[in-house]
């Protein structure tokens, strides 16, 4: 170690030297012109001399002070290098660097020159112009035992120790190729074992509208098209019963699926079934997971996910979040009632095991969420359990119909702040009309009570109420108000709906049915009938909807300065805020799809707050759900909504703008 310091500072002296032999050249040269001025012009070779002793003395100053500093500089070198090992790595195998306290490179062996394939001289630049990814702040006060860097196609652990020398910390760091590692870690990675989870939504409702002797030919077509696909991805796949599958696959092999979109939606859809129905496939599958346990449940977790958003998608949890292929298809309504007898059964048995129900619904609550939550509160009251209504306030948007409830001291209306301080972990909380926390009137309350249930028709986001004892999501459904009929009818006693109760939840129906045009089905008519035979008034309900001249002038803008943003894509917007925005800009999305030309509607609008709003609606063509999820919103296919806090009308535009882009790529 000690003879390549000294070789190397001969090396530098000599270099010092060299360019000082330069100078004296230019110098020499000059006394020479200032000779020949004195034969020309004498008082010029005066001023000449002059200057040029002042050079000399200039130049023998600089060349002592460079002198000393090569001298200082490599001394100080020779005392941190000698001092971080003692000069014992001069042998080792592996490319070592050694910098200062201030990641000044201070040495560098033959091994790490050869590595870096660089021809200058390193020593004295900083190790940051080497590898720019480097934080030297952050390598100095790190703890770990070794970070990884990548030099090429050559992969190593960077290990460091720090020692001390008189002129402060010297930080040695020594390179160990993992190369080999690294593949074998990807090799593992890519060849990882995964489940798949495949269920054929729609099944029952189709195999019972086919002949018994068409029935096991559509069996088997459906069968052969999985299986051929499962062999084309190199993955096996086993039958669990005619309309559910599993299939195990190698990690690599998902890419090439995942570049298809999963192709399998679309054949499985091709298939001709006789009927007006199409058969639709539903996929879950993890990633994510350090075990194949922990990878098979969230598989199951992930076609959970795909079947609460309605079907006719593949949904993969990979790196903490959830990708989304196909949902192109509307949902299928089920004509059994079934399931909401057996949820009406399990709801009863929750309320009679509480000693109080706490009922809320989303914030900014519509005609669905309050309807639903009065349709709920009568279902406690029947079976003889107190109950509250957890709502901040009575919107715009229902407080013509809280008019028929707020006074009257049957119902209890209860403010957040109330209920936070009453509810205990015994209590049930119901909230409907939304699973997601962050949108519920109030979600500081979900953490308080163990017991909670969630009745919602929206198709299942990536976000859902955690530790639910009861959850009933049914994306076919028109509205929650639907499905709180529906339960109302199997509370195992007659429930005694006044004709108040019933128009609130006609209303909700209404509301999300844009008059029974969107989204109905059999049932939608039935728990209808349903409303009507205890009183429901289609006058009365009409009335709640009955808009301010303000709100329809705000409306009839949107419309008229509506554009195309892409083909039959509207896009409307207004910076006039309304404390009925919400409502406005879902009337005004509804009116625009209804125009010839126009087959998807977006409609942006603020409330006096700053909160914007965004309703879409589509005939079928484009999901707006999908879209509008990129916005933190979610909804339907054909129904969707969104709201942003914080950003200009302008920002938000250019937002949607960008998901709906995304989308189509």
Known sequence: MEDKLDNQKDTQKRLVAEFHINVYYYLAAIAALITALFFVRP?????????????????????????????????RMREDVSSSQGGSYLTMPLPLLVVDEKGIILWYNSKMRDRLNREEQLVGTKLQSIFPGWNWEEVKSSEQMFFKQRIRDTFY????????????????????????NVRLQQAYDDEKPMFAYIQVDNFDEVVSEIDDARRPFLISEIYTLIQKWAMRNSAILHRVDNDEFMLLIEKHHLENIEMRRFTILDDVRKISTGTRMA????????VDGDTIIQRDEGSKNALELALGRGGDQAVIRQGGNFEFYGGRSKNVERKSRVKSRMVAQALVT??????????????YPDMDAFGACIGL??????????????LEEAAEAISMVYQEFGPNPDYHFIRPEEAKNRMTQDDLLIIADTHRPNFTEAPELIPLTARRVVIDHHRRGTEIVESLSLLYQEPYASSTCEMVAEILQYLGTDVNLTVEEANALMAGIILDTKNFVFNTGVRTFDAAAYLRRNGANMQQVREFFQEELDDTIIKSTLI???????????LSSTDFPSVNIKKIVSQSADELVDIRGIGTAFVMGPDPDGMIFISARSNGKVNVQVILEKLGGGGHLETAGAQMNGVSMEEAREKLLEAMEERNE
């Open 43 to 75: 008082e010029w070779a005066y001023a000449g001399t002059a200057i040029l002793l002042i050079l000399i003395v200039y130049t023998i100053y600089k060349n002592l002070k460079a002198r000393a500093w090569v001298d200082s500089y490599l001394e």
């Open 157 to 180: 652990k960077v290990f460091h120790t720090v020692t001390e020398s008189a002129n402060g910390s010297v930080y040695t760091f020594y390179w160990l190729d993992d190369t080999e």
């Open 279 to 286: 058969l639709t496939l539903s996929i879950g599958l993890s």
């Open 350 to 363: 929750l309320i009679n095991e509480s000693p109080h129900v706490y009922i809320m619904g989303h914030s």
């Open 377 to 390: 509160y009568r279902a406690t009251l029947e079976l003889g359990i107190p109950a509250s209504i957890v």
């Open 560 to 570: 008229s300065s509506a554009v195309l943003v892409g083909p039959e894509i509207a």
